[in-house]
């Protein structure tokens, strides 16, 4: 019966499982994960008839004014059928986000070890791809970079799991070290300097903000761990372009420096400058930037490879200034938390991975575009509901609750739970049958059958 009850959580796992497919295109992938992640919402959204939980906070308002501006700079945008599209798209954060927030107390605990064997899937055809091939291990996602990115995410949880003392006990220890190991190989195996280097952070960070509550025989391994599967994947990737080692050794080349990220910042600060408080609208880089390109620059110009900076181009500076209030406020719960005097250790440990993880996405996007993948966006939002969640058991003012039956009537609570969703499958389902037709015609006149490629 506990697993039938968490029913929920086996459809926000599915989302996550197939949200890797969605690479800016697949609109009707987009619109599955809409559809799923709204059923849920739907679901808690109803259960909280009887006690609806508000999450009454900093990061909460942060996140609701972040996207509220969002869709006020598609009024200025060039084209705002794409600031649109990039809306909705970008609104799978705060979605999750409120999913988890106005959950009742029931525990989803399958949620994080479902999310724990998903990423493992990923990390194992990521893995194959890198032993059976010569091309750069990516596993499902659309570059290099995103996918070690996305198992940063996941990984410094894990370890922090690993090396809390409660654990330490635990039969299965050996399992969870397999799973570090196969982890931190898929993301040296990649050869990302970026995800390297903020992994390396955020273990630094989960040691030097939790040494006294974990086992330090546990770090040692970890330590052990880390060290054995960079060495193996030097081994596995010796000879190929994406090793580790020979990258991380071009990192002194200033012009190579200069040809993989300065052709598109110096470019994309060009833009800022022309609209800095306001921004050019969201979604709008790939269609301003051409004015503005650099001559080297042959990339498909959809991403600066900088957040920070697209988000300040697209968005302006309020825009900008909102997303790192949003950072700002979770790190303020993280600090809280660690001062409550009485603060449970696991609880300890669990934030502090869970910040580990998203100071390693956070770090890891100055040189990429990790905020516009929705399976990063996903956990993201669940992670920061967390954090949230673990900060309200000791701060009960973080959340506040509210007694929808005491105003509405049940059959008036029920159509209020279906205005968000028919909103925004409104726009994702048309869009995702209106692209499927046209690439039906488009597959219909190359085939030669021009009148009912016309039809379609």
Not at 186 to 213: C, E, M
Request: proline fraction near 4%.
């Amino acid at each position: 019966m506990g697993i039938i009850k968490q029913w929920p959580v086996f459809i926000l796992l599915l989302a996550f499982a197939i949200a890797p497919l969605f690479q800016g295109i697949e609109t009707d992938v987009l619109a599955l994960v809409y559809v799923l992640l709204l059923v849920v919402f739907v679901k808690v959204f109803l259960a909280s008839y009887t006690e609806f939980r508000i999450p009454y906070n900093s990061l909460a308002l942060c996140i609701c004014l972040f996207y509220s501006w969002m869709v006020l700079s598609i009024s200025w945008s060039p084209s705002p059928v794409a600031s649109l599209y990039m809306f909705v798209w970008l609104s799978i954060f705060p979605l999750c986000f409120f999913i988890y927030s106005l959950k009742q107390s029931v525990d989803w605990s399958y949620l994080s070890a479902g999310i724990l064997i998903i990423t493992l899937i990923f990390a194992f055809v990521g893995i194959w791809q890198g032993l059976f091939s010569e091309e750069t291990p990516r596993s499902l996602f659309r570059t290099k970079n995103t996918y070690p990115a996305m198992l940063n995410l996941i990984v410094l949880p894990t370890t922090t799991y690993f090396i809390s003392s409660k654990q330490s006990r635990n039969r299965s220890l050996i399992l969870l070290g397999m799973i570090l190991f196969i982890l931190f190989f898929a993301i040296f195996q990649t050869g990302s300097r970026g995800a390297t280097v903020s992994l390396l952070l955020g273990l630094v960070f989960i040691a030097a903000t939790s040494w006294k509550n974990i086992e330090k025989p546990l770090l040692i391994i970890v330590v052990i761990i880390v060290t054995t599967s960079f060495l193996f994947s030097h081994l596995e990737t010796d000879g190929k372009e994406h090793n580790l080692i020979n990258r991380l050794s071009k990192v002194q080349e200033r012009e190579t420096l200069i040809i993989h990220r300065g052709v598109i910042w110096i470019p994309a600060w060009q833009i800022i400058k022309t609209a800095p408080v306001i921004g050019t609208g969201i979604g709008t880089y790939y269609i301003v930037s051409p004015t503005f390109k650099h001559i080297d620059d042959a990339g498909p110009g959809y991403f600066v490879h900088n957040d920070f900076l697209q988000f300040w181009l697209e968005t302006g500076f309020v825009g900008l200034s909102l997303m790192l209030l949003i950072m700002i406020a979770t790190g303020r719960f993280y600090i809280r938390v660690l001062k409550y005097k009485k603060l449970k250790p696991q609880d300890k440990l669990e934030t502090t991975g869970l910040m580990a993880g998203l100071i390693a996405v956070s770090t890891h996007s100055f040189v990429d575009f990790n905020f516009y993948i929705i399976a990063i966006l996903m956990i993201m939002g669940f992670m920061c509901a967390r954090i949230q969640e673990i900060s309200g058991q000791y701060y009960s003012e973080l959340i506040r609750s509210f007694i929808p039956e005491n105003y509405l009537s049940k059959k008036v609570y029920m159509l209020t739970a279906g205005i968000l969703p028919v909103i925004l499958l409104n726009y994702c389902l048309p869009v995702a049958i209106a692209d499927y037709h046209w690439k039906k015609a488009k597959e219909q006149i190359k085939n030669g059958q021009i009148k009912n490629g016309e039809l379609t």
